[in-house]
């Protein structure tokens, strides 16, 4: 069965310092593996998704993550953080029969 | 590209009343929609999954009769909350699969409904 952890509901830093997201998923198979953003009172917007065709996924607003399969993990990353920035993002893994399984969320907070 | 949209963003109505809540993929043809609740501060929860040309399939826990779904067109799909009543004030949110190559399995969301149930 595929599961999704997201290890921090909220995330604290200062606007200009590098941002760390942590996700770490459970899947029988090789999975796609999203990361989505939500701004207060809005939809969803993928930031970026893995397929297996690249370990390192580029996504929107100089995110990037990377999927490493010996620790199961797909950490969320940025070099340098934005007022803009925060927001909750999500961590998803598809699922075999079209669904997709949502972690918790984590609350990205931008301090000036 | 891959944009969906959503109509009402928000709606208040009285108890007892029915809302129709729309879900449409603007520029591409999405066979399979899902709808999502989603409580203040917490995740997203799928209701069912929509199927265009058959009936929905609910999630456990969802009352079908309830949360009426229909996918008439490739484009539309409906949420009707029938019968509303306070504890169903929430925010819903449909996606829409795009079901073309590399994207196939990825879901783009619209931009929400925020139901208030007075």
């Known amino acids: 069965a595929q599961s999704v952890t997201q290890l921090d509901s909220h995330v604290s830093v200062s606007e200009g310092t590098p941002v760390l997201l942590r996700c770490n998923y459970s899947?029988?198979?090789?999975?796609?593996l999203f990361w989505y953003v939500q701004h207060p009172n809005k939809g969803l917007q993928l930031l970026l998704k893995?397929?297996?065709?690249?370990?390192l996924v580029k996504g929107i607003n100089g995110f990037e993550a990377e999927f490493k399969k010996s620790e199961t993990s797909f950490h969320l990353t940025k070099p340098s953080a934005h007022m803009s920035d925060a927001a909750e993002y999500f961590c998803?893994?598809?699922?075999?029969?079209?669904?997709?399984?949502f972690g918790k969320g984590t609350r990205l907070h931008i301090l000036p | 590209g891959a944009v969906v949209s959503q109509h009402p963003s928000w709606v208040i109505c009285k108890s007892g009343t029915s809302v129709k809540i729309e879900c449409r993929s603007l520029?591409?043809?999405?066979?399979?929609m899902f709808w999502y609740r989603q409580f203040p501060k917490q995740s997203l929860m799928l209701m069912a999954t929509?199927?265009?040309?058959?009936?929905?399939?609910?999630e456990q826990g969802v009352e079908k009769d309830k949360f009426l779904i229909n996918h008439a067109s490739l484009t539309l799909s409906t949420l009707t909350v029938t019968s509303a009543h306070p504890e169903d004030s929430s925010f819903y949110i449909c996606?829409?699969?795009?079901?073309?190559?590399?994207?196939?399995?990825?879901?783009?969301f619209g931009p929400g409904t925020r139901l208030t149930v007075l």
């Open positions: 998803v893994v598809s699922k075999r029969d079209d669904k997709i399984i």
């Open positions: 996606s829409a699969r795009d079901p073309g190559g590399s994207k196939a399995d990825t879901q783009y």
């Open positions: 520029d591409f043809q999405a066979t399979t």
């Open positions: 899947s029988s198979y090789s999975p796609s």
């Open positions: 893995y397929t297996s065709a690249a370990t």
């Open positions: 929509s199927n265009e040309g058959s009936k929905a399939t609910y």
